[in-house]
């Protein structure tokens, strides 16, 4: 197949609304965006558009070798395809919570994507770590009730609930999934923790992601650091 030429179309708004990038050639389609609150991190945006430049050049060098191959292999070359969409889960007067959601496509059977996590400081520009943060004590006590509210999920969406561990484990360990803070009534402080629970780690690719959430006790915040407790809150009743 004879690839028409380097067609080029992109788009790229900041405003009120945020910053989103959309590109669209023959090779790939790719976006990258962020809510309007990272712009008040400098720091932060920054970060993101050295992210977004990353990805832009790997998925670029990807899809050519893709592209040459499916040349060498005399069929079409299924173009591929890349977006990464950053969302505000709550802001306190000294962090920013992010959640990220990234899909990528590289000619196989079906789509690939993945969860990402990232809460900034915002007096000290940098990327903290919220396991760290809540201690391994409010790990375990979160536990029970993140199980719980994963079931309730998968029987919600009448998916069977695995019976043990052989294939896919009944409850993935918090410690290997993405967490986020979030603030579920907008006041300023994180109240409850959103679990991003990725395709394939918690059961079948037909299954999907789950996302369940837990509201924070009084006790889950307790190993908070002084410096950062105004930023966290118990949920309200």
Same mark, same amino acid.
């Given at each position: 197949?004879?690839?028409?030429?380097?067609?080029?179309?992109?788009?790229?708004?900041?405003?009120?609304?945020?910053?989103?990038?959309?590109?669209?050639?023959?090779?790939?389609?790719?976006?990258?965006?962020?809510?309007? *609150?990272?712009?008040?991190?400098?720091?932060?945006?920054?970060?993101?558009? =050295?992210?977004?430049?990353?990805?832009?050049? *790997?998925?670029?060098? #990807?899809? !050519?070798?893709?592209?040459?191959?499916?040349?060498?292999?005399?069929?079409? @070359?299924?173009? @591929?395809?890349?977006?990464?969409?950053?969302?505000?889960?709550?802001?306190?007067?000294?962090?920013? +919570?992010?959640?990220?959601?990234?899909?990528?496509?590289?000619?196989?059977?079906?789509?690939?994507?993945? +969860? *990402? &996590? /990232? /809460?900034? #400081?915002? !007096?000290?520009?940098?990327?903290?770590?919220?396991?760290?943060? %809540?201690?391994? =004590?409010? %790990?375990?006590?979160?536990?029970?009730?993140?199980?719980?509210? /994963?079931?309730? &999920?998968?029987? &919600?969406?009448? $998916?069977?609930?695995? &019976?043990?561990?052989?294939?896919?484990?009944?409850?993935?360990?918090? !410690?290997?999934?993405?967490?986020?803070?979030? #603030?579920?009534?907008?006041?300023?402080?994180?109240?409850?923790?959103?679990?991003?629970?990725?395709? @394939?780690?918690?059961?079948?690719?037909?299954?999907?992601?789950?996302?369940?959430?837990?509201?924070?006790?009084?006790?889950?915040? =307790?190993? $908070?650091? +002084?410096? @950062?407790?105004?930023?966290?809150?118990?949920?309200?009743?």
């Amino acid at each position: 197949m004879i690839v028409a030429p380097f067609l080029f179309a992109l788009a790229a708004a900041q405003s009120s609304g945020g910053f989103s990038r959309e590109e669209s050639t023959d090779l790939l389609d790719f976006s990258y965006s962020w809510p309007a *609150e990272v712009d008040r991190a400098p720091a932060l945006r920054a970060r993101l558009r =050295a992210d977004m430049a990353h990805d832009h050049a *790997e998925m670029v060098q #990807d899809a !050519r070798e893709g592209q040459a191959l499916a040349r060498e292999q005399q069929r079409d @070359y299924n173009k @591929y395809d890349y977006s990464k969409s950053w969302h505000l889960a709550g802001i306190s007067a000294r962090l920013i +919570s992010l959640a990220g959601d990234m899909g990528r496509f590289e000619g196989g059977a079906h789509p690939n994507g993945n +969860s *990402e &996590e /990232l /809460l900034w #400081d915002r !007096r000290t520009n940098r990327v903290l770590d919220i396991r760290a943060m %809540l201690g391994a =004590a409010a %790990l375990r006590r979160l536990t029970p009730r993140y199980c719980a509210a /994963l079931n309730a &999920e998968r029987r &919600e969406r009448d $998916i069977d609930i695995p &019976e043990d561990d052989s294939v896919f484990p009944r409850c993935p360990a918090l !410690r290997d999934l993405r967490l986020v803070p979030a #603030d579920s009534d907008h006041d300023g402080r994180f109240d409850s923790l959103e679990i991003h629970v990725d395709p @394939y780690v918690a059961g079948p690719y037909v299954d999907g992601a789950f996302q369940p959430v837990v509201r924070f006790q009084a006790a889950d915040l =307790a190993a $908070i650091p +002084s410096a @950062y407790r105004a930023s966290f809150a118990p949920a309200r009743r």
